[in-house]
């Protein structure tokens, strides 16, 4: 399956930013949908993550309470609400998809993977 991330960019800190998850085929054969970012010099972090069939999300510390992920089945679409953004949001964020029941903030249990949007938060 092929995944596409896109509404990247430059902001300021405390703005808001929502990331789109294409898939360009179906994601109901999918378990888990989730996001990760990688910050220069710093090792892939999970981020965020859906069930796709019920919905269910799970967040990283860092960011529940100010991110949201949500999916929509008839767009095969799922997206990163970001609000309330911090320079040390700033990275460069993928989504990737599962059809495996496993730990889900595990980047190895992931088998297709987007390209990746940077963000950037600064003043």
């Known amino acids: 399956v092929q995944l596409a991330e896109s509404g990247g960019g430059l902001v300021q800190p405390g703005w808001s930013l929502r990331l789109p998850c294409a898939a360009f085929t179906s994601l109901c054969d999918f378990y888990v949908v989730g996001w990760f970012r990688q910050a220069p010099v710093q090792e892939s972090e999970f981020v965020a993550a859906?069930?796709?069939?019920?919905?269910?999300?799970y967040y990283a510390d860092s960011v529940k309470g100010r991110f949201t992920i949500s999916r929509d089945k008839a767009k095969n679409a799922v997206y990163l609400q970001m609000n309330s953004l911090k320079p040390e949001d700033t990275a460069v964020y993928y989504c990737?998809?599962?059809?495996?029941?496993?730990?889900?903030?595990?980047?190895?249990?992931?088998?297709?993977w987007g390209q990746g949007t940077q963000i950037t938060v600064s003043s």
């Open positions: 990737a998809a599962t059809a495996a029941i496993g730990p889900m903030t595990l980047r190895g249990n992931y088998d297709y």
């Open positions: 859906i069930k796709w069939s019920i919905g269910n999300t």
